[in-house]
T-cell receptor
Framework: GAVVSQHPSWVICKSGTSVKIECRSL??????MFWYRQFPKQSLMLMAT?????????EQGVEKDKFLINHASLTLSTLTVTSAHPEDSSFYIC???????????FGPGTRLTVT | TQLLEQSPQFLSIQEGENLTVYCNSS?????LQWYRQEPGEGPVLLVT?????EVKKLKRLTFQFGDARKDSSLHITAAQPGDTGLYLC???????????FGPGTSLSVIP
């Protein structure tokens, strides 16, 4: 149980285009989903927290208009990187937590490369 | 400033050796989790500790939560090459809050 998937697993896009990443909880209802980015050899940095049906809460320094997060259902959250630039290239990881649970379960990550 | 500190940052040991990784903070956490991450993959949850002084064992891994709930340790006995990876501690200050990650400890176990 507690499986989280991400799609795509990797994506290459051109500078200036937008990319959408999906995060799905496959066998449980995720009331809260988290989006992280991770640079090589570094830890995970929380970007935003989203609760189903509510607007996402962004961490300080994360641009809301650049990283659009939607959590429209209890099993799906999406992160859209708008007008991507090479510095947005990173490993993006989502996690999901069920109602009343301490634990969050991570997706396998999405490697974004912006050329 | 990191809310959670981990030490050591890097560790390279021979197969069969024991090791301990530490996770420290000046803040109190309602719970702490330990994850292991391999390159190109998402973190995998190893354990969650919620009670001060709690000790949990997972085969050769022993996890302890400090009495004051500000620190935790991960001890691996007789390390194996399959233990190689990035070990991350993470905590939430209040229940069901966002989870903050430490910087990680990169472990390499040499056959």
């Amino acid at each position: 149980g507690a499986v989280v998937s991400q799609h795509p697993s990797w994506v290459i896009c051109k500078s200036g285009t937008s990319v959408k990443i999906e995060c799905r909880s496959l066998d449980f209802q995720a009331t809260t989903m988290f989006w992280y980015r991770q640079f090589p050899k570094q830890s995970l940095m929380l970007m935003a927290t989203s609760n189903e049906g509510s607007k996402a809460t962004y961490e300080q320094g994360v641009e809301k208009d650049k990283f659009l997060i939607n959590h429209a259902s209890l099993t799906l959250s999406t992160l859209t990187v708008t007008s991507a630039h090479p510095e947005d290239s990173s490993f993006y990881i989502c996690s999901a937590r069920g109602l009343g649970s301490y634990e969050q379960y991570f997706g396998p990550g999405t490697r974004l490369t912006v050329t | 400033t990191q809310l959670l500190e981990q030490s050591p940052q890097f560790l390279s040991i021979q197969e069969g050796e024991n090791l301990t990784v530490y996770c420290n903070s000046s803040s109190v956490f309602s719970s702490l989790q330990w994850y292991r991450q391999e390159p190109g993959e998402g973190p995998v949850l190893l354990v969650t500790v919620v009670t001060g002084g709690e000790v949990k064992k997972l085969k050769r891994l022993t996890f302890q939560f400090g009495d004051a709930r500000k620190d935790s340790s991960l001890h691996i006995t007789a390390a194996q090459p399959g233990d190689t990876g990035l070990y991350l501690c993470a905590g939430e200050k209040t229940s069901y809050d966002k989870v903050i990650f430490g910087p990680g400890t990169s472990l390499s176990v040499i056959p």
